[in-house]
């Protein structure tokens, strides 16, 4: 379905995402780990086509998608939409308007500039809102709403796409633990009623281990782990950040259950 | 009455219990809003047209064919002297030189002093900030004269030549700057300056390192924009007596025909000119942002 070849993205000197391949034959919800800088974005976007490969080859269904221009790569971009960790929505346009934006493929700048929305294409971004639990906020503008709730609206957009890939780059990331958990639970809900591809960035391991079929490990952009979640062991997770044995998953885990009693705390502060 | 009291029947109201109904209402009120604004605009637009061409000597579109006539005339008759053009370049470039010199002074002594207006005039940051009025009113006074009527003062009282040339742009210039300034200075990010001011810095030492350096790309960017334009407010003044290149477009083109060959060579230098600040001025910008 989505096989990716020797794709290489270098930036001056240094090879930002090297020589990374993989294929993804259903349409599974995979995450991609690895610390800051190992190449995790670059490879989303270049897949979104937001930047562009220096060598290799992404293909979709068959066709490579690296090579698109134009309008046939506008509308590969309509149909493999993305969350990007700062929301990235419109900020001082109503909530509705932004999930509208999904259309934005399918419309022309005329359109576009006189608001000229069909009444089935807002009852749709209605509906998407209210299954993501935020109808309510539609009239509301984007800018106005709590850090979760942007991340649905930005998650509302990428469904009104009506896309074959979903790419989120770090969506939890700017999150508190309770939204960040209603963002994943939303993106699986997503993966399993449409049966959409999903491809995650994600920093926490066990957020990873939770929601993905499938874990993508990347170190200074190679590939070095490519697992299912049970074979993410502490010890493959420090091969993947390149930590020492010191390195504690537990110490920085977002996980609102765990060892969270009092002995904990006074071990942890000690 | 009671359509006060009650407002107009249900019907007529958005459902607020149905969040896509009343958003599909608001949206319909808004484009309906937009419509109308549409149509007055058009309607002034076109209105104002009508009332300028009845004041007009000539008709718009009576006059519209003759639009080339003047340009065509001066480039054919160049064309014909064209073997002069080279010459002609090397005559005027000393006063190309003179007329850069006048803008490049007035652009320096102007941003000069409108770093100091915008520092004074811009809200959190001034040392004095019951005096922002003052300094912002002294910018607004300043570019609100046009460059022309104080250059005709000052060649009045100092006689004509560069001096009042620069003295009268940089007036100008400064006021102008001085709100550009102002304006990026106002967006710059705070967070510097609090961490100086936690330091224990002064004033003056927290605008020379946290706000300075921020806004330093965009004044330079807004400066060099500035300079472009005061190259041709130069040229212009030549005009009124205060030499440079203007002074020689002056004398090419009052008596109409016969020196149309110099007219273009001295725009074709002035084009140059400004083509040539634009380039240096985005190298210059890029090697401030980027560093190299």
């Given at each position: 379905?989505?096989?990716?070849?020797?794709?290489?993205?270098?930036?001056?000197q240094?090879?930002?995402?090297?020589?990374?391949?993989?294929?993804?034959?259903?349409?599974?919800?995979?995450?991609?780990?690895?610390?800051?800088?190992?190449?995790?974005?670059?490879?989303?976007?270049?897949?979104?086509?937001?930047?562009?490969?220096s060598?290799?080859?992404?293909?979709?269904?068959?066709?490579?998608?690296?090579?698109?221009?134009?309008?046939?790569?506008?509308?590969?971009?309509?149909?493999?939409?993305?969350?990007?960790?700062?929301?990235?929505?419109?900020?001082?346009?109503?909530?509705?308007?932004?999930?509208?934006?999904?259309?934005?493929?399918?419309?022309?700048t005329?359109?576009?500039?006189?608001?000229?929305?069909?009444?089935a294409?807002?009852?749709?971004?209605?509906?998407?809102?209210?299954?993501?639990?935020?109808?309510?906020?539609?009239?509301?503008?984007?800018?106005?709403?709590?850090?979760?709730?942007?991340q649905?609206?930005?998650?509302?957009?990428?469904?009104?796409?009506?896309?074959?890939?979903?790419?989120?780059?770090?969506?939890?990331?700017?999150?508190?633990?309770?939204?960040?958990?209603?963002?994943?639970?939303?993106?699986?809900?997503?993966?399993?009623?449409?049966?959409?591809m999903?491809?995650?960035?994600?920093?926490?391991?066990?957020?990873?281990?939770?929601?993905?079929?499938?874990?993508?490990?990347?170190?200074?952009?190679?590939?070095?782990?490519?697992?299912?979640?049970?074979q993410?062991?502490?010890?493959?997770?420090?091969?993947?950040?390149?930590?020492?044995?010191?390195?504690?998953?537990?110490?920085?885990?977002?996980?609102?259950?765990?060892?969270?009693?009092?002995?904990?705390?006074?071990?942890?502060?000690a | 009455m009671?359509?006060?009291?009650?407002?107009?029947?249900p019907?007529?109201?958005?459902?607020?219990?149905?969040?896509?109904a009343?958003?599909?209402?608001?949206?319909?009120?808004?484009?309906?809003?937009?419509?109308?604004?549409?149509?007055?605009?058009?309607?002034?637009?076109?209105?104002?047209?009508?009332?300028?061409?009845?004041?007009?000597?000539?008709?718009f579109?009576?006059?519209?064919?003759?639009?080339?006539?003047?340009?065509?005339?001066?480039?054919?008759?160049?064309?014909?002297?064209?073997a002069?053009?080279?010459?002609?370049?090397i005559?005027?470039?000393?006063?190309?030189?003179?007329?850069?010199n006048?803008?490049?002074?007035?652009?320096?002594?102007?941003?000069?002093?409108?770093?100091?207006?915008?520092?004074?005039?811009?809200?959190?940051?001034?040392?004095?900030?019951?005096?922002?009025?003052?300094?912002?009113?002294?910018?607004?006074?300043?570019?609100?004269?046009?460059?022309?009527?104080?250059?005709?003062?000052?060649?009045?009282?100092?006689?004509?030549?560069?001096?009042?040339?620069?003295?009268?742009?940089?007036?100008?210039?400064?006021?102008a700057?001085?709100?550009?300034?102002?304006?990026?200075?106002?967006?710059?990010?705070?967070?510097?300056?609090?961490?100086?001011?936690?330091?224990?810095?002064?004033?003056?030492?927290?605008?020379?390192?946290g706000?300075?350096?921020?806004?330093?790309?965009?004044?330079?960017?807004?400066?060099?924009?500035?300079?472009?334009?005061n190259?041709?407010?130069?040229?212009?003044?030549?005009?009124?007596?205060?030499?440079?290149?203007?002074?020689?477009?002056?004398?090419?083109?009052?008596?109409?025909?016969?020196?149309?060959?110099?007219?273009?060579?001295?725009?074709?230098?002035?084009?140059?000119?400004?083509?040539?600040?634009?380039?240096?001025?985005?190298?210059?910008?890029?090697?401030?942002?980027?560093?190299?």
């Amino acid at each position: 379905m989505l096989k990716v070849s020797s794709v290489t993205r270098i930036f001056g000197q240094k090879a930002a995402v090297d020589n990374v391949s993989f294929e993804i034959d259903r349409a599974a919800f995979v995450g991609v780990i690895g610390r800051s800088g190992a190449g995790k974005s670059t490879l989303l976007r270049m897949m979104n086509r937001l930047t562009d490969a220096s060598s290799g080859e992404i293909s979709f269904e068959g066709r490579n998608v690296l090579t698109l221009q134009g309008a046939a790569k506008r509308a590969w971009q309509g149909q493999c939409a993305m969350i990007f960790q700062q929301f990235n929505l419109v900020p001082r346009m109503d909530v509705a308007s932004n999930v509208l934006h999904g259309l934005l493929n399918q419309r022309s700048t005329f359109a576009t500039m006189f608001n000229l929305w069909s009444d089935a294409d807002i009852t749709r971004a209605m509906q998407i809102l209210d299954r993501l639990g935020i109808a309510e906020q539609a009239p509301k503008r984007a800018e106005a709403l709590s850090g979760g709730q942007q991340q649905r609206v930005a998650i509302a957009r990428a469904l009104m796409q009506d896309p074959k890939v979903i790419l989120a780059d770090e969506p939890i990331a700017s999150l508190d633990p309770m939204n960040a958990q209603v963002v994943m639970d939303a993106l699986r809900r997503i993966h399993e009623e449409d049966g959409r591809m999903v491809i995650a960035n994600l920093h926490t391991l066990d957020t990873a281990r939770r929601y993905c079929d499938r874990v993508i490990g990347m170190r200074d952009g190679r590939v070095v782990f490519d697992g299912t979640p049970d074979q993410l062991t502490t010890g493959v997770a420090r091969d993947i950040y390149g930590a020492d044995a010191s390195f504690n998953e537990s110490a920085t885990s977002t996980a609102i259950t765990g060892p969270r009693d009092a002995a904990y705390a006074d071990a942890m502060l000690a | 009455m009671v359509d006060i009291t009650f407002g107009p029947p249900p019907g007529d109201r958005p459902d607020l219990t149905n969040p896509t109904a009343a958003y599909i209402h608001q949206t319909r009120r808004k484009r309906l809003y937009g419509f109308i604004l549409l149509i007055l605009f058009v309607a002034l637009i076109a209105s104002g047209f009508q009332v300028a061409e009845d004041r007009n000597a000539g008709g718009f579109l009576s006059g519209l064919h003759q639009i080339g006539a003047f340009p065509s005339e001066v480039i054919s008759e160049a064309w014909r002297n064209r073997a002069n053009l080279p010459a002609l370049v090397i005559q005027h470039f000393p006063s190309l030189i003179e007329t850069v010199n006048i803008a490049a002074a007035a652009t320096l002594l102007g941003g000069l002093l409108g770093a100091f207006l915008a520092l004074g005039s811009t809200r959190h940051l001034a040392r004095f900030p019951a005096l922002t009025p003052l300094f912002r009113r002294t910018a607004d006074i300043m570019r609100a004269i046009p460059e022309i009527v104080i250059a005709l003062v000052l060649i009045f009282i100092l006689g004509g030549g560069p001096v009042p040339a620069v003295l009268a742009i940089a007036f100008h210039t400064a006021g102008a700057l001085g709100k550009l300034f102002s304006e990026s200075a106002e967006n710059a990010d705070l967070k510097p300056v609090e961490g100086l001011t936690s330091t224990g810095a002064t004033w003056s030492q927290q605008i020379w390192l946290g706000i300075i350096p921020q806004v330093a790309p965009n004044w330079l960017s807004y400066a060099l924009l500035r300079f472009e334009i005061n190259i041709r407010a130069s040229a212009i003044l030549g005009f009124v007596g205060s030499g440079g290149i203007g002074y020689d477009l002056k004398l090419a083109m009052q008596w109409g025909g016969g020196k149309y060959d110099q007219v273009v060579a001295i725009f074709a230098l002035l084009f140059c000119t400004i083509v040539l600040v634009d380039q240096l001025s985005g190298y210059a910008r890029n090697r401030l942002v980027k560093g190299h």
